[in-house]
Protein backbone atom coordinates (compact mmCIF):
# COMPACT_ATOMS: atom_id res chain seq x y z
CA UNK A 1 0.00 0.00 0.00
CA UNK A 2 0.95 3.57 -0.93
CA UNK A 3 2.19 5.97 2.00
CA UNK A 4 2.92 9.44 2.47
CA UNK A 5 5.40 10.80 5.30
CA UNK A 6 5.30 14.66 6.14
CA UNK A 7 8.07 14.49 8.99
CA UNK A 8 7.34 18.02 9.71
CA UNK A 9 4.58 18.53 12.22
CA UNK A 10 5.14 22.12 12.77
CA UNK A 11 6.99 25.23 10.77
CA UNK A 12 7.27 28.36 11.16
CA UNK A 13 8.15 30.83 8.96
CA UNK A 14 8.55 34.81 8.85
CA UNK A 15 6.49 37.11 6.91
CA UNK A 16 7.94 37.99 3.60
CA UNK A 17 10.28 34.96 4.10
CA UNK A 18 10.59 31.31 1.95
CA UNK A 19 9.86 28.06 3.86
CA UNK A 20 9.99 24.38 2.20
CA UNK A 21 7.80 21.60 3.62
CA UNK A 22 9.05 18.07 2.94
CA UNK A 23 7.13 15.08 1.95
CA UNK A 24 8.37 11.75 0.74
CA UNK A 25 6.46 9.06 -0.69
CA UNK A 26 6.30 4.75 -1.25
CA UNK A 27 5.20 3.04 -4.05
CA UNK A 28 6.04 0.78 -6.44
CA UNK A 29 4.52 2.51 -9.41
CA UNK A 30 6.36 4.35 -12.05
CA UNK A 31 3.19 7.04 -13.16
CA UNK A 32 1.18 8.42 -10.55
CA UNK A 33 0.59 12.36 -9.25
CA UNK A 34 1.22 14.05 -6.25
CA UNK A 35 -0.23 16.94 -4.81
CA UNK A 36 -0.16 19.54 -2.21
CA UNK A 37 -3.64 21.28 -0.45
CA UNK A 38 -4.29 23.54 2.85
CA UNK A 39 -6.46 23.62 5.12
CA UNK A 40 -7.17 27.01 6.70
CA UNK A 41 -8.53 27.49 9.83
CA UNK A 42 -12.02 27.80 7.83
CA UNK A 43 -11.51 23.70 7.38
CA UNK A 44 -11.79 23.81 3.76
CA UNK A 45 -9.51 21.90 1.24
CA UNK A 46 -7.85 23.97 -1.18
CA UNK A 47 -5.49 22.73 -4.14
CA UNK A 48 -2.61 24.41 -3.51
CA UNK A 49 -0.41 22.81 -6.69
CA UNK A 50 0.32 19.37 -8.26
CA UNK A 51 2.69 17.25 -10.08
CA UNK A 52 2.94 14.44 -12.78
CA UNK A 53 5.64 11.76 -12.07
CA UNK A 54 6.51 11.15 -15.55
CA UNK A 55 7.15 14.66 -16.25
CA UNK A 56 10.38 15.99 -15.33
CA UNK A 57 9.94 19.96 -14.78
CA UNK A 58 8.45 20.88 -11.48
CA UNK A 59 5.30 22.42 -11.15
CA UNK A 60 4.53 25.91 -10.14
CA UNK A 61 1.92 28.00 -9.14
CA UNK A 62 2.51 31.68 -8.38
CA UNK A 63 4.66 31.32 -5.37
CA UNK A 64 3.67 27.96 -4.68
CA UNK A 65 6.34 25.37 -6.15
CA UNK A 66 7.63 21.97 -5.94
CA UNK A 67 10.65 19.96 -5.95
CA UNK A 68 10.10 16.55 -7.46
CA UNK A 69 12.63 13.79 -6.77
CA UNK A 70 11.23 10.39 -8.47
CA UNK A 71 14.23 8.62 -7.17
CA UNK A 72 14.08 9.54 -4.18
CA UNK A 73 10.20 9.79 -3.79
CA UNK A 74 10.69 13.24 -2.18
CA UNK A 75 7.94 16.23 -3.41
CA UNK A 76 8.62 19.25 -1.42
CA UNK A 77 6.70 23.02 -1.47
CA UNK A 78 8.24 25.63 -1.56
CA UNK A 79 6.60 29.00 -0.38
CA UNK A 80 8.21 32.14 -1.52
CA UNK A 81 7.44 35.48 -0.29
CA UNK A 82 5.52 34.09 2.69
CA UNK A 83 1.85 36.05 3.18
CA UNK A 84 -0.26 35.76 6.66
CA UNK A 85 -2.88 34.26 4.72
CA UNK A 86 -0.65 31.51 3.72
CA UNK A 87 -1.26 29.67 8.00
CA UNK A 88 -2.77 26.72 7.41
CA UNK A 89 -2.18 22.63 7.72
CA UNK A 90 -0.61 21.27 4.77
CA UNK A 91 -1.23 18.01 3.12
CA UNK A 92 0.89 16.32 0.78
CA UNK A 93 -1.15 13.54 -1.03
CA UNK A 94 -0.47 10.73 -3.40
CA UNK A 95 -2.79 9.19 -5.91
CA UNK A 96 -1.94 6.30 -8.63
CA UNK A 97 -3.74 5.81 -11.99
CA UNK A 98 -6.79 4.30 -12.65
CA UNK A 99 -10.08 5.41 -9.99
CA UNK A 100 -8.25 5.83 -7.00
CA UNK A 101 -8.35 7.36 -3.91
CA UNK A 102 -5.75 9.99 -2.82
CA UNK A 103 -3.85 8.90 0.05
CA UNK A 104 -2.78 11.86 2.61
CA UNK A 105 -0.01 12.45 4.05
CA UNK A 106 -0.24 13.57 8.29
CA UNK A 107 0.07 17.21 7.56
CA UNK A 108 2.41 20.61 8.26
CA UNK A 109 0.92 23.23 10.70
CA UNK A 110 2.46 26.17 8.90
CA UNK A 111 2.59 29.44 11.10
CA UNK A 112 3.29 32.63 9.66
CA UNK A 113 5.16 35.38 11.75
CA UNK A 114 4.45 39.17 11.10
CA UNK B 1 -22.87 28.30 -6.84
CA UNK B 2 -21.07 25.94 -4.41
CA UNK B 3 -19.41 23.25 -6.44
CA UNK B 4 -19.66 20.56 -3.44
CA UNK B 5 -22.00 21.39 -0.86
CA UNK B 6 -22.46 19.58 2.44
CA UNK B 7 -25.01 19.58 5.07
CA UNK B 8 -25.31 20.11 8.07
CA UNK B 9 -22.27 21.78 8.48
CA UNK B 10 -22.02 21.18 12.51
CA UNK B 11 -23.58 18.22 13.87
CA UNK B 12 -24.11 17.92 17.90
CA UNK B 13 -25.84 14.74 18.63
CA UNK B 14 -26.11 12.08 21.69
CA UNK B 15 -24.64 9.01 21.29
CA UNK B 16 -26.76 5.77 20.54
CA UNK B 17 -28.59 8.60 18.14
CA UNK B 18 -28.87 7.69 14.32
CA UNK B 19 -27.89 10.72 11.84
CA UNK B 20 -26.87 11.94 8.37
CA UNK B 21 -24.65 14.20 6.25
CA UNK B 22 -25.62 14.92 2.73
CA UNK B 23 -23.53 16.02 0.16
CA UNK B 24 -24.28 17.26 -3.33
CA UNK B 25 -21.99 18.70 -6.20
CA UNK B 26 -23.13 20.11 -9.51
CA UNK B 27 -19.42 19.50 -10.73
CA UNK B 28 -20.70 16.83 -13.51
CA UNK B 29 -18.51 14.53 -11.98
CA UNK B 30 -18.46 10.89 -11.68
CA UNK B 31 -16.23 10.06 -8.64
CA UNK B 32 -17.77 11.02 -4.49
CA UNK B 33 -15.60 10.23 -1.33
CA UNK B 34 -16.29 10.53 1.64
CA UNK B 35 -13.18 10.81 4.03
CA UNK B 36 -12.73 11.02 7.75
CA UNK B 37 -10.87 13.43 9.60
CA UNK B 38 -9.80 12.89 13.26
CA UNK B 39 -8.67 14.82 15.79
CA UNK B 40 -5.24 14.93 14.59
CA UNK B 41 -6.52 16.43 11.30
CA UNK B 42 -5.54 12.93 9.63
CA UNK B 43 -7.55 12.80 6.67
CA UNK B 44 -8.85 8.97 5.73
CA UNK B 45 -10.54 7.34 2.85
CA UNK B 46 -14.02 5.91 3.46
CA UNK B 47 -16.04 4.96 0.68
CA UNK B 48 -16.36 5.94 -2.62
CA UNK B 49 -18.97 6.18 -5.57
CA UNK B 50 -18.71 5.73 -8.85
CA UNK B 51 -21.95 6.24 -10.96
CA UNK B 52 -23.86 5.48 -7.93
CA UNK B 53 -21.50 2.33 -8.02
CA UNK B 54 -19.63 1.00 -4.68
CA UNK B 55 -16.04 1.23 -5.53
CA UNK B 56 -14.19 1.73 -2.27
CA UNK B 57 -15.19 0.84 1.23
CA UNK B 58 -12.27 0.71 3.69
CA UNK B 59 -12.12 -0.69 7.21
CA UNK B 60 -15.44 1.28 8.44
CA UNK B 61 -17.68 -0.16 10.90
CA UNK B 62 -21.14 -1.33 9.29
CA UNK B 63 -22.90 1.24 11.17
CA UNK B 64 -21.39 3.77 8.34
CA UNK B 65 -23.93 3.34 5.30
CA UNK B 66 -23.31 5.35 2.61
CA UNK B 67 -25.96 5.88 0.01
CA UNK B 68 -26.03 7.15 -3.95
CA UNK B 69 -29.38 7.80 -5.25
CA UNK B 70 -27.75 9.50 -8.48
CA UNK B 71 -23.89 11.00 -9.48
CA UNK B 72 -24.67 13.96 -7.68
CA UNK B 73 -25.50 13.23 -4.82
CA UNK B 74 -23.77 11.05 -1.80
CA UNK B 75 -25.14 10.99 1.53
CA UNK B 76 -23.72 9.15 4.68
CA UNK B 77 -25.71 7.44 7.55
CA UNK B 78 -24.67 6.64 10.67
CA UNK B 79 -26.81 4.44 12.99
CA UNK B 80 -25.78 4.41 16.82
CA UNK B 81 -23.47 7.11 17.09
CA UNK B 82 -20.63 6.32 19.37
CA UNK B 83 -17.87 9.28 21.33
CA UNK B 84 -15.36 7.72 18.59
CA UNK B 85 -17.54 8.73 15.64
CA UNK B 86 -16.43 12.65 16.90
CA UNK B 87 -14.44 14.25 13.45
CA UNK B 88 -15.15 16.34 10.78
CA UNK B 89 -16.71 14.05 7.39
CA UNK B 90 -15.29 15.24 4.20
CA UNK B 91 -17.36 14.81 1.02
CA UNK B 92 -15.57 15.50 -2.51
CA UNK B 93 -15.77 14.75 -6.00
CA UNK B 94 -13.12 14.13 -8.64
CA UNK B 95 -13.50 13.80 -12.81
CA UNK B 96 -12.20 10.28 -13.88
CA UNK B 97 -8.50 11.15 -14.66
CA UNK B 98 -6.46 10.98 -11.53
CA UNK B 99 -4.57 14.32 -12.44
CA UNK B 100 -7.40 16.28 -11.53
CA UNK B 101 -7.49 15.43 -7.75
CA UNK B 102 -10.73 16.10 -5.73
CA UNK B 103 -13.12 19.01 -5.28
CA UNK B 104 -13.78 19.32 -1.59
CA UNK B 105 -17.08 20.49 0.52
CA UNK B 106 -16.68 22.61 3.47
CA UNK B 107 -16.83 19.70 5.99
CA UNK B 108 -19.14 18.83 8.87
CA UNK B 109 -17.91 18.66 11.90
CA UNK B 110 -19.96 16.06 13.91
CA UNK B 111 -19.54 16.14 17.88
CA UNK B 112 -20.89 13.03 19.42
CA UNK B 113 -21.54 13.55 23.56
Known amino acids: AQTVTQSQPEMSVQEAETVTLSCTYDTSESDYYLFWYKQPPSRQMILVIRQEAYKQQNATENRFSVNFQKAAKSFSLKISDSQLGDAAMYFCAYRRLGNTPLVFGKGTRLSVIA | DTAVSQTPKYLVTQMGNDKSIKCEQNLGHDTMYWYKQDSKKFLKIMFS???????INETVPNRFSPKSPDKAHLNLHINSLELGDSAVYFCASSQGAPFYGYTFGSGTRLTVV
Open chain 2, 49 to 55: YNNKELI
